[in-house]
């Protein structure tokens, strides 16, 4: 019930662990590194707050509220009405997500031989 997966791109590397055996004290802990800083999220699956912002002048620590389901929710959903009013595709359209099934593709691919894969093309679901 573990897995890890590095994902390298042309200006980043990203490392998710999942542990989808955790029967107490589950957590979801998000770190995003960049040149000017780092910024890490912890709490519960979904329900980070724990919010801290580090930089060279020292970090920051701040109060959020809401929470991602509703709150956070809204901007996808808010998106696929304007869509709908706008009669264009969202930027959030199923079709834009298949970047992201190519990615989880390889991934499998690279579980199921042991090598490093890169994310084809993904074009429609097979049935």
């Not at 999942?18 to 802990?29: C, K, T, Y």
């Not at 919010?51 to 956070?72: I, S």
């Amino acid at each position: 019930m573990l897995g890890v997966a590095t994902v390298l791109f042309e200006n980043g590397v990203a490392t998710l662990n999942f542990d989808a055996h955790s029967r107490f004290g589950s957590e979801e802990i998000i770190t995003v590194t960049g040149s000017a800083g780092t910024l890490r999220a912890r709490g519960g699956i979904c329900g980070a707050h724990d919010l801290t912002l580090f930089t060279k002048r020292g970090f920051a620590r701040p109060k959020l509220a809401g929470k991602w389901f509703n709150d956070g929710f809204r901007g996808a959903m808010g998106e696929l009405l304007c869509a709908i009013e706008e009669n264009r595709e969202p930027a959030n359209s199923a079709s834009e997500n298949l970047r992201s099934l190519a990615l989880c593709f390889a991934a499998v691919r690279a579980a199921d031989t042991g090598k490093a894969q890169t994310p084809g093309k993904v074009r429609r679901l097979a049935h």
